[in-house]
């Protein structure tokens, strides 16, 4: 996969760092704050599948920062709650999200950029996360699992290579079968997957992070795949 990318050198005190952007905006894609209560991200195709891609693309870039604006996306209707902006960061990297006002305030020149992808390498990588989870669920390292923070009105998923792998591929699912819904057709949000599993273990209620697929409206663009984008118009025979 090639995305259209910004991308920026801010610094914050002796240190610069490497932040890309995806170009244009995700509209259509939504993030409510999940460390309080339930989080949830719905998108449409569009938005979800490029989503995906940046998850791959931080999945192996562990210089670099990609920060996902999603504040000023299109409201939507539901959930009730705090939207955020989206920023994905490897854990060896050590950013703080403390920092990352001072970090933001620097987004202001970025170079235009193409950011490329390799969907095999990342569905491979996946699976070996997601086999062992299955085996070892409850000896997993910590440091293997994404952790979220939110600060600034931002959700930081600090992770590593084989968890934001299999967070890419489960939104790229959600991206190619919600459509497939039948309530996609009539507008409602498809619960389709989640990344709750790739966050840390808790012996009590732990953070949720849901995704969902929504068609943005009006629904008058939105076909189902498999169904012809246009009505055949009735010939002069046709009853």
């Known amino acids: 996969m090639r995305l259209r990318a910004e991308e920026f050198r801010p610094r914050a005190g002796r240190y610069a760092f490497r932040v890309v952007q995806p170009r244009p905006a995700l509209r259509h894609t939504t993030l409510v704050d999940p460390i309080r209560d339930w989080g949830y991200l719905v998108g449409d195709h569009d938005g979800l599948a490029r989503l995906a891609g940046l998850f791959s693309f931080a999945a192996y870039s562990p210089h670099t920062v990609v920060h996902v604006p999603l504040r000023q996306s299109i409201p939507r209707d539901f959930p009730q709650g705090v939207p955020v ?56 390292p910590r440091t293997g699992r994404v952790q979220p923070a939110v ?86 025979a046709s009853p």
Do not use: M
């Open 85 to 140: 902006d989206l920023v994905l960061v490897h854990q060896t990297l050590g950013l703080r999200p403390s920092i990352w006002p001072a970090l933001r305030r620097g987004l202001t020149q970025g170079a235009p950029r193409t950011v490329r992808t390799d969907e095999r390498r990342t569905a491979r990588h996946a699976a070996d996360w997601e086999n062992l989870w299955e085996r070892r669920w409850d000896r997993l």
């Open 151 to 236: 600060h600034a009105r931002t959700l930081f998923l600090s992770g590593a290579r084989d968890t934001f792998a299999a967070a890419s591929v489960r939104i790229s699912e959600v991206a190619g079968f919600g459509p497939l819904d039948k309530r996609a057709a009539k507008g409602y949000d498809v619960l389709r997957s989640s990344l709750t599993t790739l966050l840390p273990l808790s012996r009590g209620r732990g953070t949720e992070l849901d995704i969902g697929f929504q068609a943005y409206p009006p629904l008058a663009h939105f076909t189902p795949p498999g169904r012809s984008a246009r009505r055949r118009r009735p010939t002069a």
